[in-house]
């Protein structure tokens, strides 16, 4: 069994694959080629937390997974990781563990993939600015995979904490210097939303973290924070204004939402305005973008088939290389 960090991680995929990985994750889902139960959560009462088991099977992969990801908000007063998380890949041929993958990275990586995949199917094709609110956990991959997805000139990030943009801004600058795309702080979320082409909100909030009348049309918004019905970091007011509006899974989207199940219980928006899967729209099965003026939303709440494929195609990339510690 083979053990990967973060840094073993690193050294043998890159975005642009992990990208494909993931897209292929959303065919599958479309194509019911995968087996994803919705996720399992037990809660943690005396220490207000929650236990999460993600598992996934593909037959056509000979492998399953399963991601344990667990949401203790309190340990940051600790000093800890909030949601720490590992993914276990399993040999579909004999059930054996055959890697422990570092989740919390994982999760990192095939997230902001998902916003990639939707921003490859979907954006316009001289998309040249991008937007982004918030710059946590998430934030770094989000950015990475806008810019891997689309030859953009520059992005604008806002985020409450000026402090913590700015070192944000400086880190991905360097780190993400090789694509050539400028990375700036936005004084106010409006500055990061009016002229994106692209746009991305990455939050926990549990209210609009920007204004749905500044969307600019031709405009693609992954919206990625929000996976709990209670929350809705996406202003409803995009709503009427965008001409379709994709998840990575529908049923999935339905069940955990708030950006979707708010505006329906107020009734901005009904079932029947969901357009379809983001893998819809890969194997053409659904439109897609049809001119340069539509306002187009992608919902995802993340499916556990992103974390088998990720995990799938790190771990061959990484026997391939000899990467990563052998357990015995």
Known sequence: MLYLSREDIKKVITMKEIIASVKNAFEMVAEDTVDIPLRVKIPAPKTEGEFLFMPAYAESLDAAAVKVINIFSKNIEKGLISAPAQTMLIDGKTGYVQAILDGNYVTQLRTG????????????????????????????????????????????VYDLNRERLENFCKTMSEELGHYGTKITPADNADEATENADVFI???????PVFDGTKIKPGCTISCVGTYEPHKHEMDPAVLPRASKI??????????????????????????ADITGNIGDVSLGKIAGRE???????????????????????????????GIGLELK
């Open 113 to 156: 993939a998902s916003s990639g995949v939707a921003f490859e199917l979907l954006a316009k094709k001289d998309a040249k600015i991008g937007g982004m609110i918030g710059t946590g956990g998430q934030a770094a991959t989000q950015l990475e995979a806008m810019i891997c997805a689309c030859d953009l000139e520059e992005v604008k």
């Open 201 to 207: 909100t990455v939050t926990p909030s549990p209210k």
């Open 246 to 271: 994709y998840c990575d899974s529908v049923s999935a989207a339905l069940a955990e939402t708030g950006d979707l199940l708010i505006p329906m219980a107020e009734g901005i928006i009904s079932e």
């Open 291 to 321: 001119n340069d003026e539509e306002i187009l939303v992608y919902e995802t709440v993340g499916v556990a088939a992103q974390d088998l494929c990720a995990a799938k195609v790190i771990y061959d990339r990484a026997v391939e290389l």
